[in-house]
């Protein structure tokens, strides 16, 4: 399950999903064993998102005024794997705007025009820094050893930015 909250509401860079869903599985550095092509496709969702709701995938909160989003997708039906471990990262790229981009960047780079596009189409896909929270579930039959403590609230909230911050930054 994966929440978002778009902190890039008030600018032509509202699009946030197009980040690469990726499992490293069992040893796995450089390359990973299952590679997606982008956060919509993932969720069954393909060029853009709805509120979508089925048994093994969907998006039940879609709010682009407020820059809320939650999907979930289960893997009942293709399931991942592993013997070892287990590592699962989603890429934080957004697409938007090229003069956006530019701005945001400046001469830094950190965009890139989106493949099949042309310059006078002014599209691009360009790194993001949204908030992100997700969970995992999976299904264990071996015992296993206890997993350490979570850090208190506190600390897995400190850096957050909150709403009065959020808008400040539009």
């Known amino acids: 399950m994966l929440g978002v909250r778009n902190l890039y509401t008030a600018h032509l860079a509202e699009w946030w999903g ?3 869903v990726k499992f490293y599985l ?7 064993t299952v590679c ?4 919509e496709d993932y969720i069954g969702s393909g060029w853009g998102t709805q509120e ?3 048994p093994h995938q969907g998006a039940c909160i879609i709010d682009d005024d407020k820059g809320y989003y939650s999907f ?5 039906m293709d399931p991942v794997y592993f013997s070892r471990d287990i590592r699962v990262t989603i890429q934080q790229l957004g697409a938007g705007k090229e003069n956006w981009a530019r701005e945001f960047y400046g001469d830094a780079g950190g965009y890139y025009r989106a493949v099949g596009t042309k310059e006078e ?3 691009c896909i360009f790194e993001r820094s949204d908030d992100y929270a997700s969970v995992a579930y999976w299904y264990q ?3 296993t050893t206890p997993f350490p403590p979570l850090p208190s609230r506190k600390m897995r909230s400190a850096y957050l930015m909150d709403d009065k911050n959020k808008e400040e930054t539009k």
């Open 18 to 20: 197009e980040g690469e």
């Open 26 to 32: 069992d040893g796995d550095k450089d390359w990973p």
């Open 36 to 39: 997606g092509t982008g956060t």
């Open 52 to 54: 979508t709701i089925t």
């Open 72 to 76: 979930y997708r289960f893997h009942i």
């Open 121 to 123: 189409d002014g599209f």
């Open 141 to 143: 039959t071996l015992p």
